[in-house]
């Protein structure tokens, strides 16, 4: 899996900063930088995309900024997910960006992890918001899950609770087992699912209701390992 992204922005600063924290991850590769609408369509025409991470304030432009720029970008390129980093938090505006087809909101006094956690999750399908633009939410207490079809029920809440950013430690702990007991129950599950890879067991786990949209993806280092974790 290699990621690709471009990152706008209009401040020069910012985006040296990104790229800096980004380039340890060999899941991403940044295809491009842009200052402003215009630069961003320049780059799309040449390269190929995968996410967009973006400021909502981009002024001068031939394309505008704000929802002008995010609606034509979404027109033009409907394959294209974007993801906007911003230091805007009017949650109506917020909700006017997904309206639009916006992935993923972030602000940028968030710690650096949400936005790689946010690159990760929006590329495998799912949405991703900052804790503080986020909708509440009453996940608390959630029923444990009936088993998935194929998966017995320990592999299937060892996969609900892996998603949801418990560690194999500390699932072993909650269930008084071993660690190595734990990554065989994941291992087997993801083999019955015919899943390889973390990315797509949080995929599945997403798309089968195992995992509620909403909380926060928290990935390895080396970009492997893919979880949601609640706030």
């Keep these: 899996m290699k990621i690709s992204l471009v990152i706008a922005d209009d401040h020069p600063v910012l985006i040296a900063g990104v790229k800096h924290e980004l380039a340890d991850f060999h899941t991403i590769s940044i295809v491009g930088t842009a200052s402003n609408s215009t630069e961003i369509v320049d780059l799309l025409s040449q390269s190929h995309c995968d996410i967009l991470v973006t400021d909502y304030v981009m002024p001068g432009g031939d394309f505008g900024d704000g929802m002008t720029m995010l609606s034509f970008l979404r027109r033009r390129y409907p394959e294209l997910k ?12 917020v909700a006017e960006m997904v309206k639009v087809g916006v992935r993923a909101v972030l602000s940028k ?76 129950q994941k291992a087997s599950a993801m083999r019955k699912l015919g899943i390889a890879r973390d990315v797509e067991l949080f995929r599945f786990a997403y798309e089968s209701g195992l995992l509620a949209e909403g909380g926060d993806l928290v990935v390895d280092e080396d970009g492997s390992a893919l979880s949601l974790a609640n706030e």
């Design 109 to 184: 006094v968030d710690v650096i992890g949400h936005l790689i956690s946010a690159i990760h999750a929006v590329y495998a399908g799912a949405t991703y918001f900052s804790p503080r633009l986020r909708p509440p939410t009453t996940q608390d207490g959630a029923p444990q899950p009936e088993p998935v079809k194929g998966l017995t029920r320990r592999e299937t809440e060892v996969v609900r609770l892996y998603v949801s950013g418990v560690s194999i430690n500390e699932i072993a702990e909650q269930f008084n087992r071993s660690k190595q007991t734990i990554s065989s």
């Design 82 to 93: 974007i993801i906007v980093f911003t230091t805007m938090e009017n949650r109506a505006i």
